[in-house]
């Protein structure tokens, strides 16, 4: 006890000596330049000196100033003036300390003998060709415009250069602040977050990376202004980007923010990560609106480059808890599959958490936050939040190594080019021996599997080809050539892609034979490597079953990792839902088909996963396996909304059911669907039923239906009475076996009590791959 107690002490006192440490932090006088004027000028508690003559940076060439011919009276000072740049030219300044640096660029167009607003040109800094490309000012309404960068500086010479984008274009600039930002204000690595989720990897190496400032958002309170921000930064409302706005309110508090060490887990924020005004404000549940789906989440939708990498840095300070009382437990949601708790929240103590968000092909980041279903305090908050754009990667020398590059002797580079000439032919010699042996990717024609499970009497076992890593125990009668699946995807083209799953892109695609095919490729950063890979090929080389969908080949080509599966040609059972032109789907339609997703789950998880022993996780879309285990078990998560499973509690799931169903479902089968789904989101994994029992509740649900359906039509209605009446005893059928490659596993009586699917739903596919 005494051990755990000084543990603790030290724990704490450590922690403190890390906030001293950030509190001892005082922004520096320099560099602030008032670019294109002599004169120097204070502006939001900064002082910007002049660049016509300076001692403490350099600006070479000097080029053109150029002075606003009619200023407003409201114009700042700092913008009245510009330097314009007609040839590359550059501002060096000299850097003392080591550490990341806020760089910001200000633009202001005015009214000059050169129109500004044509300007066209690129910045860039020492070490990263560009931070700006073909920059123009032509298209903004919100001037000044203030372009922020945060990096790590360790040279001591550190340059800005503006070029002409064209050469009769031109460049100009109002002012530019450079200056070292506290320690540890960017993590050098993050949890990482895909469109697909997270599989609890991290980014790392933030911290050699240049960041751009995209979104700085003040959640639920007003602008704020430089000079009311410890670094100067602006922060904008976030109602403009609300997908709802009436599902959130305003929250705010007068009582000053306290920075305080909570120990909870999570970043303690500091006075220099948020100013106190971000704290003092929120977005709040509106609990007394009249949709009901406001009632969960508070959602915005943030525009950002496609397919980029972003670091999301998201606020909390519960101001708005009474003291004494529980205080909410938090989901943050981003996009549609991933989402992390927050709570032990302290009331009153400002944090911060960081993530590394990929966004998707849309252009928009999709944000979220609401309660957790078992949270004390039905309600969730959020008070800002800054996404930057993860840039290139510095290039530079570091200062320690500068001054012994200076020193180099040149006889050790003229030793050393020599060996790397020597190394480089040698090299090519060996490459053009080895070319003469090898063959080119085989193009040959492929067939697929039969139905029995054998190879095609007319298939044959392809010759390794270059860069193949053929592995033992694979099916080497399932590899295709690369160049047969190029062929049969126009080469991945994006016109063919059909969907996205937790592995890649999944592509339709037409073997030379004339098959149809869905091919699924593999993409850096998700998660699934060469191991994973070559036991998916294992296992899905083995299914037989008629609600999965079948592996038709694979190919580990010149590093590739694709799959090749049977296509479903009836389109999605999204398109199915939704489309208007599609006949709906009735309530007997939609049990068929969860019922056959879930006996495909079933047979996944005991009939054929459990054979073997798998010691490499299969890799995918989530949802396949159960989140508390993340391996191989006769358990499985359902993802279904957490705001139906409210309206279940509340008895109310009839009243979130499609519109077009209302009056054709019979309510004791939809309760007892709700009852399924409820059972499958149990928090605790003991809880959660096997996807056997999951199977034979969607039966039950089924025949209570089919049973209803037989009575009179107005018996079978969701507003009937009837809804009272207890369920009818509906008798469990025994469990039976059949032999998998000598394996027993459960199955279904083939005597015509199992649920038959409509055939028209046997050619469903589903959007992502699986």
């Known amino acids: 006890m005494k051990s755990l107690f000084s543990c603790y002490i030290f724990s704490s006192s450590f922690l403190l000596s890390l906030q001293c440490l950030s509190s001892d932090y005082t922004p520096p006088s320099k560099y602030f330049i008032n670019c294109g004027s002599s004169s120097t000028i204070s502006d939001t508690k900064r002082t910007f000196v002049g660049d016509v003559s300076s001692d403490s940076f350099t600006l070479s060439p000097k080029q053109e100033a150029v002075e606003d011919s009619s200023p407003s009276p ?39 003998p050169t129109d500004l607003f044509t300007a066209l040109f690129d910045v860039s800094v020492s070490g990263l060709p560009l931070l700006l490309h073909n920059f ?17 500086i360790n040279i001591s010479k550190f340059i800005v250069k503006f070029e ?36 609890n990897s991290s980014y790392k190496g933030i911290s050699s990376r240049v960041l751009q400032k995209v979104h700085r958002i003040n959640v639920g309170g007003s602008d704020i202004e430089p000079d009311s921000d410890t670094l100067w930064r602006k922060w904008v409302p976030d109602d403009p980007y609300l997908f709802n706005k009436s599902a959130a309110r305003n929250r705010s508090t007068s009582t000053d923010t306290s920075y305080q060490l909570i120990l909870s887990g999570y970043n303690d924020s500091t006075r220099y990560i948020a100013p106190p005004l971000v704290y003092m404000s929120a977005k709040e549940m509106n609990k007394n609106g009249n949709d009901p789906l406001q009632f969960f989440n508070i959602s915005w939708g943030f525009d950002v480059s496609k ?11 519960d101001f708005i808890s009474i003291s004494g009382s529980f205080n909410p437990w938090l989901n943050l949601y981003i996009y549609s599959f991933f989402s992390q708790k927050i709570d032990s929240i302290s009331l009153g103590a400002p944090f911060f958490l960081d993530l590394l968000v990929v966004s998707d092909d849309s252009g928009f980041l999709n944000v979220s936050i609401g309660p957790q279903i078992d949270s004390p305090v039905n309600n969730s908050f959020l008070n800002g939040l800054e996404i930057m754009e993860i840039m290139g990667e510095l290039g530079w020398v570091s200062m320690e190594n500068e001054s012994k590059k200076k020193t180099t002797p040149l006889l050790v580079g003229l030793v050393v080019g020599g060996l790397a000439l020597v190394c480089i032919v040698i090299v090519v010699l060996l490459l053009r021996s080895k070319c003469r042996k090898e063959k080119p ?33 694979l099916n080497l009668g399932l590899k295709i050539p690369l160049a047969e699946i190029q062929s049969a995807t126009n080469n991945f083209s994006s016109k063919l892609l059909v969907g996205k799953g937790g592995f890649g892109k999944v592509y ?22 060469l191991p994973e890979f070559q036991t998916e090929i294992l296992v899905l080389s083995k299914i037989r079953h ?22 479903m040609q009836n389109g999605t059972l999204r398109n199915h839902l939704y489309d208007s032109d599609l006949p709906c789907l009735s309530w007997k339609q939609r049990l068929e088909i969860c019922i056959g997703a879930a006996r495909g789950l079933h047979y996944l998880h005991t009939g054929l996963l459990h054979q073997t022993h798998v010691s490499t996780a299969v890799k995918g879309t989530i949802g396949y396996l159960d989140p508390d285990y993340q391996s191989l078990t006769s358990k499985e998560q359902v993802n279904l909304a957490e705001w139906v499973m409210v309206r279940q509690k509340e008895g109310f799931l009839e009243h979130v059911i499609d519109p077009l169903l209302v009056g054709k479902v019979n309510l004791n089968s ?35 239906q089919q049973t209803a359906m037989q009575r009179e039509p107005l018996d079978d209605s969701t507003n009937d009475a009837a809804s009272t009446f207890p369920l009818p005893n509906v008798q469990r059928y025994p469990s039976y076996s059949l032999s998998i490659d000598g394996t027993h596993v459960p199955a279904r009586r083939n005597d015509g009590s199992e649920t038959t699917e409509s055939e028209v739903f046997s050619q469903l596919r589903i959007d992502d791959g699986r």
């Open 508 to 529: 339709q695609g037409t073997l030379r034979n004339g098959m149809k095919v869905a091919v699924k490729r593999s993409q850096p950063g998700h998660g699934q490597g």
């Open 164 to 199: 002409p984008s064209q050469q009769s274009s031109f460049a100009f600039v109002n002012a530019i602040e450079v200056f070292i930002a506290p320690d540890s204000f960017i993590p050098d690595s993050a949890l990482l977050v895909t469109p697909e989720g997270s599989n």
């Open 670 to 704: 939809l309760r007892k669907f709700g009852e399924t789904a409820e059972k499958c989101l149990q928090e605790d994994g003991a809880d959660r039923p096997t996807m056997g029992d999951v199977v034979w509740d969607l039966e039950y649900a089924f025949q209570l």
């Open 74 to 112: 409201a114009t700042s000072q700092l913008y009245r003036t510009a330097r314009l740049f007609r040839s590359p030219s550059s501002y060096e300044f000299d850097i003392d300390q080591i550490g990341i640096y806020l760089v910001r660029l200000h633009f202001f167009p005015f009214s000059s």
């Open 307 to 317: 397919n980029a990498k972003h670091l999301l840095r998201v606020h909390f300070c």
């Open 441 to 473: 990717a085989e193009a040959s024609h492929w067939l697929p599997v039969t139905v029995d499970g054998g190879l095609s009497s007319h298939s044959r076992v392809y010759e390794a080809t270059i860069h193949g890593s053929p592995v033992p125990h």
């Open 136 to 152: 123009t000012v032509q298209n903004t309404s919100n001037l000044p415009l203030i372009k922020e960068f945060l990096l790590t």
């Open 546 to 567: 008629r609600h999965l969908v079948s592996l038709i080949g694979y190919c580990d080509e010149r590093n590739e990792m694709i799959l090749v599966y049977e296509f």
